[in-house]
């Protein structure tokens, strides 16, 4: 039963599209990820994904539209939902989702990261 | 899929302890919290709950230590284990956990608020 600091577990990492996990509820984690750049189309068949902004801004493409969060912001993705996350300078998030879910969902490719890495 | 801003959202209510849902993913609920003065002691035997501070700083008490929090700091609660939230100036939480979720768990009484209350 620890306390967790955000800015202290962003500062272990530098590596941009690759999520760390930081917490465990029942199956489901907390992970921080930093985003920068284009991020591949994909959706998740199996869970909704939630997208919280620590620091920064981004947009998340769907198929019909483009919505833009910024720090202090909340998304629920809906599972099987195509999606896009851009990020023009860097973005900081914190993601919750099932432990398990890969980044690149469906779409998999060379921007899919090494899962439940624990920083 | 709308974008949730946290202080939107915090700005439309001032109760105290009564917990407002703001998202929900999968059977999961994001819910945000005002929280001052001291909590009753309780527990949730069926599932953790995150605490995530965005404003203001709190404390957890346990049988065995306490434990503080403030802005951008998160922690996992197991279920099972008794605790009592406190805070001496308001502070403002987003708080994680299942559908159905009872802010005084195992405990109830007065300080027990109305569940799944949308804002």
């Known amino acids: 039963m620890q306390v967790i600091n955000f800015q202290e577990k962003l500062n272990k990492f530098s590596e941009q599209w690759s999520p760390k996990v930081i917490a465990q509820m029942n199956d489901y984690q907390f992970k921080l990820v930093k985003i920068q750049g284009e991020f591949v189309w994909h959706s998740h068949p199996e869970t909704d994904e939630v997208f ?68």
Do not use: Y
């Open 52 to 119: 919280i902004v620590l620091a920064g801004a981004m947009s998340i493409l769907f198929r019909d539209r483009q919505v833009d969060l910024q720090a202090g912001e909340l998304i629920v993705v809906p599972k099987g939902v195509e999606h896009k996350p851009v990020a023009v300078a860097e973005c900081q998030i914190l993601l919750v989702e099932p432990v398990g879910t890969v980044n690149t969902g469906d779409t998999g490719g060379s921007m899919t990261a090494a899962n439940d890495i624990w920083i």
